[in-house]
């Protein structure tokens, strides 16, 4: 019986024979794998991206959001955040109490111009308290962030982003200085070092006012938001449960807050970005098979055009067998070298997007690398054994004579 | 030895069956020097393949050194070809990207032997064949006489006790022809079967026994009584 090496050493020398028709099904092939690997990475590098935006909050991050979001019978007095009740400052403070809450921030938010001797600004006013710095991951360029005072106190100080400082004071120093925000005035007492997006604001044009103080600017009792950030993760079912029945208690019964995880919406993103991927994946498949089905054809034109060869092969003692196998290994021969060729056309085209877009982590998936390959080797392996049965089966009396 | 009972042959071509071979019978010894004439179309090709291997019989008994070889399964002809049969064919069937050496080796690849014993016996069948100097060249450098050489050391490296020759000087000039013919005769002399199917009359008469066949038939079996 044949032996193996000597099997692939016969089978490579018949591909390197035909360089051009080796180079064409190794294209084809490597193509198919070479996207997979891409658009997996793209897919991978999208659902790393967000998830990372999310963790940036913090994690075992609990969002109470007044109003509920599902109906529960009555009149839909909840729509667009409109609540019976508000969500007070008091509620989060009530909150405060569960022994598994490592921080609280109770979260406010309004549109107000900033200026500064003649400088003006339209922006985003976010109000909070001392432990929304720790909560969001913050670090400060300058000075300090909010104190730690008590919660309803409106004291007059602020803390901006790098652009505001950069825009409204340019060359002069801006700690210490006293701003214009609305109708009233603030003292800077610290600059935000950190850049980046925080839930769709940029960190840069960030103004931060006193919770307290952001109430009574925009004149609402109400907060947009309270961000309790939660020891454990297996505390956060607990606690969720505390948040519920505390404000169901403090709003006479009438449970009108959404909870919300942060594992909750990100849990979401991933599972929406990872069957993205999958898509983009499968689709890139295709392509494999369609790589497949040339192989086939170059495969069997190939087997009509060695004929006599293979007559001869069976003359000098070759099995039906033999001639099999002698086809099977050039198609594995070629489509792992196919699917190598891939897997470097792949890497490379996942590190130029990396290159190109350096916030989209693009890395192929391990499972993707696998699965292409798997998938590479398969499709060549199936594709060729029509063309390897339609040899081996061939009448050497027949072959022999074709010339 | 090689015994034929009642053997046909017959194709179907159409709704015609043309009978190839129409009730061969025949004996060669070990050793014998055969050849097989006859006009085309008279089934002296078929009664080659037959002998080969390559080509079963639709019915009648083929014993090949007392073996019945038509109980023998596809893998077992491939073994027997290998081990008892060579080819040499008019055109001589070398394969292009292999070197004179790497096709004179091909039986012994397909037979599984190793390659050290494989180079030993490469390099003796060259050296017998005159052709060491040829052996890394490619079948396209050669000449037509030295195609059919390597072709017939190809044939003999598993030391067969059977070499068919099929117009085996038909592309070969006189000269060359000849000493092909006489490479032939020299491996018959050592104990070799030779069976030669030609239409040269002149090769023809070289052979101990002669068998000219007509309409799948044989017509006339003799020996001429050389050896």
């Known amino acids: 019986m044949l032996l193996l090496r000597d099997a692939i050493h016969f089978s490579w020398s018949a591909l390197t024979a035909n360089f051009t028709r080796t180079f064409l099904m190794l294209l084809a092939m490597s193509i198919g794998v070479g996207s997979v690997i891409i658009l997996t990475a793209l897919g991978e590098g999208a659902r790393n991206y967000v998830t990372a935006e999310f963790s940036s909050l913090g994690t075992n991050l609990i969002i109470v959001i007044p109003g509920r979001s599902e109906t529960s019978g009555g009149a839909p007095a909840t729509m667009m955040g409109v609540t019976e009740r508000d969500l007070t400052l008091d509620d989060a403070i009530a909150l405060t109490r569960h022994p598994k809450v490592s921080r609280i921030a109770p979260f406010n938010i309004g549109a107000a111009e900033i200026s500064w001797q003649g400088r003006k600004r339209e922006t985003t006013i976010q109000g909070s308290t001392h432990e929304l710095l720790m909560l969001r991951k913050w670090k400060m360029a300058q000075g300090q962030f909010l104190p730690e005072a008590d919660i309803s106190r409106a004291n007059s100080v602020c803390v901006i982003g790098k652009n505001i400082r950069n825009e409204i004071f340019g060359a002069h120093a801006a700690l210490g200085q006293w701003v214009r925000i609305g109708d009233r005035r603030y003292r800077i007492i610290g600059i935000l070092g950190s850049e980046g997006q925080s839930m769709g604001f940029d960190v840069k044009d960030a103004v931060i006012i006193p919770v307290a103080s952001a ?49 909750a919406v990100l849990k979401t993103f991933d599972r929406i970005l990872s069957a993205l991927t999958y898509t983009v994946g499968g689709i890139a498949a295709i392509s494999l098979v369609v790589a497949g089905i040339l192989i086939m054809n170059v495969m069997l034109v190939s087997v009509s055009q060695r004929t006599s060869e293979i007559g001869l092969l069976k003359s000098l003692g070759a099995s039906a067998r033999a001639i099999l196998n002698l086809i099977l290994i050039e198609a594995v021969l070629l489509s792992s070298l196919g699917a190598l060729t891939g897997l470097i056309i792949g890497h490379i085209g996942s590190w130029v997007i990396r290159y190109a877009f350096p916030v989209l982590p693009a890395y192929p998936p391990a499972w993707a690398t696998l699965a292409s390959i798997f998938v590479a080797l398969i499709t060549g392996i199936l594709f060729s054994l029509l063309p390897a049965k339609k040899a081996a089966q061939l009448d050497p009396v027949v072959a022999l004579a074709s010339h | ?199 040269d009359a002149a090769l023809g008469s070289r052979s101990t026994r002669s068998i000219r066949m007509l309409d799948g038939r044989i017509e006339s079996d003799d020996a001429q009584g050389k050896s």
């Open chain 1, 215 to 263: 109430q009574s600017l925009f004149n609402v009792p109400s907060l947009f938001r309270i961000f309790i950030e939660v020891k454990t993760r297996e505390a956060l079912p607990k606690v969720m449960t505390f948040i519920k029945d505390t404000i169901r208690e403090r709003h006479q019964g009438v449970e009108d807050v959404t909870v919300i995880t942060q594992d």
């Open chain 2, 1 to 199: 030895m090689i015994k034929l009972e009642n053997i046909h042959r017959n194709f179907q071509v159409g709704d015609q069956t043309v009978h190839a071979l129409d009730d061969i019978n025949l004996d060669i010894q070990d050793g014998e020097y055969l050849s097989v004439m006859g006009p085309s179309g008279s089934g002296k090709s078929t009664l080659l393949n037959l002998l080969g291997l390559l080509d079963p019989p639709s019915s009648g008994q083929y014993f090949l050194n007392n073996t019945n070889i038509t109980d023998l399964d596809e893998n077992q002809l491939a073994k027997t070809r290998n081990q008892n049969i060579g080819f040499v064919f008019q055109t001589f069937h070398l394969i292009p990207r292999l070197t004179a050496a790497e096709n004179i080796e091909l039986p012994l690849v397909l037979a599984g032997i190793e390659e050290k014993i494989r180079k030993e016996r490469v390099y003796d069948a060259l050296s017998s064949m005159k052709l060491l100097d040829r052996a890394p060249h490619k079948p396209e450098q050669l000449s037509g006489g030295q195609r059919q050489r390597v072709a017939i050391a190809r044939a003999t490296i598993t030391e067969p006790t059977i070499l068919l020759a099929d117009e085996p000087t038909g592309n070969l000039d006189q000269k060359s022809g000849l000493n092909v013919i006489e490479t032939l005769e020299q491996l018959n002399r050592r104990g070799i079967t030779l069976i030669v199917v030609t239409h």
